[in-house]
């Protein structure tokens, strides 16, 4: 009797999972080719140096941040992985991770740190602290990364010892960044408490030799996103404001003449694009705008119909595998729930589910590429 027991409970909880494949083999746009319902796995790791680390967030003032981790090969998920191998929580809202002299680098916004961990056993090496609701960090070389922040100041960290070694003062908050010759491009926003229409939205140029700001470009309200494609031109995706104060565009710009080339307008201001990826070969751009969308660099209009649908879904983070091309995307549920995380094909065929943790908002690959 007791066998039995427990192959029932087990059944049990893999009902939602095949819920959520029925749901999605009903709806999807394309065929699918194959579907993986890969349940979390508890089994132990001993290294997390080839695979897939989905960020969740977790929910704001509770400290339940947390990574989940899909193993390349097996496709073996494993939930939590900074606690089960330090014994502690992650902290209050993990926003990115980043890969640098193979150690990854965790960034907590509101707990004001970014956590150091060894990709051998995710152990924390160091906390970086000295930071002002950090948002992303980008390498500029093997000894010196920026660090966007939400309130103020762009952060200067010596990779080297992991400490923050000085600041560019901004007033007011910057989120992506991302480097062009010996250049780090920066969006900032403004004041994130001030209203839209006081806001003055740029992309700042700052020369990496001296850490300088030696230019900015205007952009559209609130660039969040930003890009660079097989051209070196840069796309930048604008909200259009937290308060709807315009419409959202897409913008190409030249950084070398640091000049706007084109502005697409989306024409529904109420729905609002974001996480804006690119594909490794830099031809096509993906962006959130309920479902997936896909859009050429060479395209002369913004796509009318996503390469994947959301039906229903809430679609929460975006990423583009470097190696495979895959299209990674995250399903934030209800911000309460545990969220989901979607592989597809390029085409739009899903691959695989994976379940993941609390508000799951980004990734990061390791250099191994998937099978």
């Known amino acids: 009797m007791k066998e039995?027991?427990?192959?029932?409970?087990?059944?049990?909880?893999?009902?939602?999972?095949?819920?959520?494949?029925?749901?999605?083999?009903s709806c999807s746009k394309s065929p699918i080719h194959e579907q993986i319902i890969t349940p979390p796995d508890t089994s132990h790791t001993t290294t997390y140096e080839n695979g897939i680390f989905v960020v969740n967030e977790g929910n704001y003032t509770w400290g339940n941040?947390?990574?989940?981790?899909?193993?390349?090969?097996?496709?073996?998920?494993?939930?939590?992985?900074?606690?089960?191998?330090?014994?502690r929580s992650l902290g209050d809202v993990a926003e990115s991770m980043k890969?640098?002299?193979?150690?990854?680098?965790?960034?907590?916004?509101n707990s004001n740190r970014i956590e150091v961990v060894s990709l051998k056993d995710f152990k924390s090496v160091k906390?970086?602290?000295g930071l002002d609701s950090p948002r992303y960090l980008e390498i500029v070389d093997s000894n010196k990364a920026y660090v966007?922040?939400?309130k103020k100041n762009i952060s200067i960290i010596n990779l080297q010892t992991n400490t923050v070694t000085g600041t560019i003062q901004i007033n007011g908050w910057t989120e992506n960044l991302i480097g062009f010759d010996k250049y780090m491009l920066v969006?900032?926003?403004?004041?994130?408490?001030?209203?839209?229409?006081?806001?003055?939205?740029?992309?700042?140029?700052?020369?990496?030799?001296?850490?300088?700001?030696?230019?900015?470009?205007?952009?559209?309200?609130?660039?969040?996103?930003?890009?660079?494609?097989k051209k070196q031109k840069v796309w930048t995706l604008c909200t259009g404001g937290y308060d709807q104060y315009e419409a959202p565009s897409l913008i190409r710009i030249n950084p070398e003449l640091r000049l706007i080339e084109?502005?697409?307008?989306?024409?529904?201001?109420?729905?609002?694009?974001?996480?804006?990826s690119i594909n490794t070969t830099g031809d096509t751009l993906y962006f959130l705008n309920g479902g997936v969308y896909q859009m050429p660099v060479t395209s002369v209009a913004l796509p009318d119909q996503p390469?994947?649908?959301?039906?229903?879904?809430?679609?929460?983070?975006?990423?583009?595998?470097?190696?495979?091309?895959?299209?990674?995307?995250?399903?934030?549920?209800?911000?309460?729930?545990?969220?989901?995380?979607?592989?597809?094909?390029?085409?739009?065929?899903?691959?695989?589910?994976?379940?993941?943790?609390?508000?799951?908002?980004?990734?990061?690959?390791?250099?191994?590429?998937s099978k």
């Open 127 to 129: 906390t970086i602290t």
């Open 187 to 229: 969006t900032s926003i403004g004041g994130y408490t001030e209203p839209s229409s006081i806001r003055k939205p740029k992309i700042l140029v700052i020369d990496t030799q001296t850490d300088a700001i030696v230019d900015s470009i205007e952009t559209g309200k609130e660039p969040i996103g930003l890009v660079i494609d």
């Open 262 to 276: 084109k502005v697409f307008t989306f024409p529904d201001p109420n729905k609002v694009p974001s996480r804006l």
């Open 99 to 109: 890969i640098a002299n193979n150690l990854g680098y965790l960034v907590i916004n």
């Open 65 to 87: 941040a947390s990574v989940t981790y899909i193993e390349n090969k097996s496709n073996i998920i494993i939930q939590d992985i900074f606690r089960k191998s330090n014994d």
């Open 307 to 369: 390469l994947i649908q959301s039906d229903g879904r809430l679609f929460y983070g975006l990423a583009i595998h470097p190696g495979t091309g895959k299209i990674f995307v995250s399903d934030a549920i209800d911000y309460v729930q545990n969220g989901m995380v979607y592989q597809y094909n390029i085409d739009g065929t899903l691959v695989s589910t994976y379940a993941a943790g609390r508000i799951p908002g980004s990734f990061c690959f390791t250099k191994s590429i």
């Open 4 to 25: 039995k027991k427990i192959t029932l409970i087990n059944i049990l909880l893999l009902l939602p999972f095949i819920a959520i494949a029925v749901l999605i083999g």
């Open 148 to 150: 966007t922040n939400l």
